[in-house]
Nanobody
Framework: QVHVEESGGGLVQAGGSLRLSCAASGRTFRSYATGWFRQAPGKEREFVAA????????DIADSVKGRFTISRDNAKNMVYLQMNSLKPEDTAVYYCGARPMVHGSIIVHKYDYWGQGTQVTVSS
């Protein structure tokens, strides 16, 4: 079992950057694939990016491809989401999910553990 906690959100102007962090507890975190999802008010939670437990494989949503990058540091039990060229439509609460599988998934309910989320607001 793992516990995950997101941080790094905030208010940024359009075109700016933020790096979100997902800190995980548990010695077996390196055996968990991890994903970032986001949820805007009135909308369903949507896939943003996922990374395999080794970090060798990543998947990025088309809406953020070329702007967002996912990475992980298993020695520190950390997963990161680097967000560049932010747009107002990126405004949402961002969540980190973990699942005890080799690869991540674009499907929300495939993840077993979630953090409380971190708010990202992009002003125009």
């Amino acid at each position: 079992q793992v516990h995950v906690e997101e941080s790094g959100g905030g208010l940024v102007q359009a075109g700016g950057s933020l790096r979100l962090s997902c800190a995980a507890s548990g010695r077996t975190f390196r055996s968990y694939a991890t994903g970032w999802f986001r949820q805007a008010p009135g909308k369903e939670r949507e896939f943003v990016a996922a990374i395999s437990w080794s970090g060798d494989n990543t998947d990025i949503a088309d809406s953020v491809k070329g702007r967002f990058t996912i990475s992980r540091d298993n020695a520190k039990n950390m997963v990161y989401l680097q967000m560049n060229s932010l747009k107002p439509e990126d405004t949402a609460v961002y969540y980190c999910g973990a699942r005890p599988m080799v690869h991540g998934s674009i499907i929300v309910h495939k993840y077993d553990y979630w953090g409380q989320g971190t708010q990202v607001t992009v002003s125009s």
